[in-house]
T-cell receptor, first 112, second 111 residues
Framework: QQPVQSPQAVILREGEDAVINCSSSKALYSVHWYRQKHGEAPVFLMILLKGGEQKGHEKISASFNEKKQQSSLYLTASQLSYSGTYFCGTEIPPAGNEKLTFGTGTRLTIIP | DGGITQSPKYLFRKEGQNVTLSCEQNLNHDAMYWYRQDPGQGLRLIYYSQIVNDFQKGDIAEGYSVSREKKESFPLTVTSAQKNPTAFYLC??????????FGNGTRLTVT
């Protein structure tokens, strides 16, 4: 089952905050977040694991609500470089990258 | 620097022809994957391989074939049986329980 991302698109001014949500209808083992700039490879941002462990880098945070089977990505004080399409990938048990199902993406545009 | 190389970046073919997309990685990753990306549909898994000489179908394998003769290489053939082959194709690799590393993709146009 493909996770649902919201919003589908958002436009922000530089310095504003954004929240991107990812919801699943199934119990999740983990949620992966990637960012893709137009015509480029998706780049890994973060993994959120069941049980609360979080692995990632960059100045971006996220939460994982296991009960609600959803994750939210928080972008604070957005920079122009944050522009791109954000994908969540949900992993259901038994886990493995081959079990990742990606959402349709959230297009984020940052304007000066 | 280690990474994943996909070639070519753009590929044009006539309908009815098979075409092979190249994917090479020098990250020493065990697993490799092929995804298809269409506008508004996210990434969909075509095939994956966790070890050399073994591969598994993903969600949309019909009309595609792969081989994994070397750890570094995982070419994808789009056959004439694929009904709608025009798309952006992404190759990725990973170690077990580690994030995916993606190549820059190949945009295939079939007319």
């Amino acid at each position: 089952q493909q996770p649902v991302q919201s919003p589908q698109a958002v436009i922000l001014r530089e310095g504003e905050d954004a929240v991107i949500n990812c919801s699943s209808s199934k119990a999740l083992y983990s949620v992966h977040w990637y960012r893709q700039k137009h015509g480029e490879a998706p780049v890994f941002l973060m993994i959120l694991l069941k049980g609360g462990e979080q692995k990632g880098h960059e100045k971006i945070s996220a939460s994982f609500n296991e009960k609600k089977q959803q994750s939210s990505l928080y972008l604070t004080a957005s920079q122009l470089s944050y522009s791109g399409t954000y994908f969540c990938g949900t992993e259901i048990p038994p886990a493995g990258n081959e079990k990742l199902t990606f959402g349709t993406g959230t297009r984020l545009t940052i304007i000066p | 620097d280690g990474g994943i190389t996909q070639s070519p970046k753009y590929l044009f073919r006539k309908e009815g022809q098979n075409v092979t997309l190249s994917c090479e990685q020098n990250l020493n990753h065990d697993a490799m994957y092929w995804y298809r990306q269409d506008p508004g549909q996210g990434l969909r898994l075509i095939y994956y391989s966790q070890i050399v000489n073994d591969f598994q179908k993903g969600d949309i394998a019909e009309g595609y074939s792969v081989s994994r003769e070397k750890k570094e290489s995982f070419p994808l053939t789009v056959t004439s049986a694929q009904k709608n082959p025009t798309a952006f194709y992404l190759c990725a690799s990973s170690m077990v329980d580690s994030p995916l590393h993606f190549g820059n993709g190949t945009r295939l146009t079939v007319t």
